[in-house]
């Protein structure tokens, strides 16, 4: 048994615009400066944790805001898209009887919502866990034996999913850079969703 388990903002869900338009909509409400190009680039190659630590918002401030910004993409996640490519792959993976399902710290609402809106209901399973506890959560959905194999877009999903003993694709299409997703030794990097028809495992 092969199960392929997807992060989902970035990795299937092109889901940044939005959460760039929903942070800086709050923020704005705040008068706190909004998300630059600067914190981008930032964030594409040190992380985000990285990057929080060095703005100048207090730590329970940032909570709130992470809080309300996923509910703010709530009211707009039927906005977002796939990334080009992504639902054939699902759809050759599925024929392959492979096991499917995302593991998010998104809410498991707004993933339903994209997914019925953009007709991608291929999963077999969708969990959610926050960044802390990703690498227990993918311990827990590995128990069930076969290939386990984690894809994700971020350098912390492929430090979790190493750190869980599984196989890790980079999916360079996201947010972190390639630099920064090497960095974490992934088993493959792919540059396109069609390479997952062709991983080595």
């Keep these: 048994m092969k199960t392929y388990c997807f992060d989902f903002d970035g990795t299937i869900a ?6 760039v338009k929903s942070a800086d909509f709050l923020l704005k409400k705040e ?23 060095g703005l100048d918002i207090p730590l329970y401030r940032l909570f709130f805001l992470y809080l309300r910004i996923k509910r703010k993409m709530g009211e707009e996640i039927a906005d977002a ?9 699902l759809r050759e993976l599925r024929k392959k009887k492979y096991v499917l399902g995302i593991l998010t710290s998104n809410s498991k609402e707004n993933v339903l919502k994209f997914l019925e809106h953009n007709n991608l209901q291929f ?9 802390p506890r990703k690498e227990k959560s993918i311990k827990k959905l590995k128990r069930k034996g076969g290939i386990f194999v984690y894809i994700g877009d971020e350098a912390r999903d492929i430090s979790a999913g190493r750190k ?3 196989k890790t694709v980079a999916a360079a299409w996201g947010l972190s850079s390639r630099r920064a997703l090497l960095k974490e030794r992934p088993d493959v990097l792919i540059e396109r969703p069609s390479e997952l028809l062709n991983l080595p495992f």
């Excluded at 400066?33 to 630590?53: D, N, Y």
Aim: glycine share 12%; net charge negative; proline share 4%.
């Design 81 to 89: 898209k796939p990334y080009e490519g992504v639902e054939e792959a």
């Design 123 to 131: 999963f077999d399973f969708i969990e959610t866990s926050g960044t």
């Design 31 to 53: 008068n706190e400066k909004e998300i630059s190009g600067e914190v981008l680039r930032k964030i594409r190659e040190e992380g985000i944790g990285e990057t929080l630590k």
């Design 14 to 19: 092109d889901t940044l615009p939005l959460i």
């Design 164 to 166: 869980a003993g599984v």
